[in-house]
């Protein structure tokens, strides 16, 4: 995953000029080939953190429980 600052200038012709671009992490990214347009990450509203589909297990991972309709458990 890189960084990369980018400044605008507004002049009669617009332009973007973006800075040389710094890693920030290995992110394991899967390559998913046949699935166009999806994107394997996204950033909190914050800016501070990813989530990230990758392919890289690490033995240190913990497993993620999703409940689908958990409103309907609520109401029983």
Known sequence: ???ASVR???D???SLEPATPVAL???HIMN???IGGVFQYDVT???KRFLVVTDN???TTQPLTVVV???RVLKK
């Open 69 to 71: 309709n958990w409103s």
């Open 25 to 27: 992490f290995d992110s």
């Open 8 to 10: 605008a200038t507004p």
């Open 1 to 3: 995953m890189m960084l």
């Open 32 to 34: 998913s080939p046949g």
């Open 57 to 59: 297990v690490a033995a």
């Open 12 to 14: 009669k012709k617009p």
């Open 45 to 47: 509203t914050d800016g």
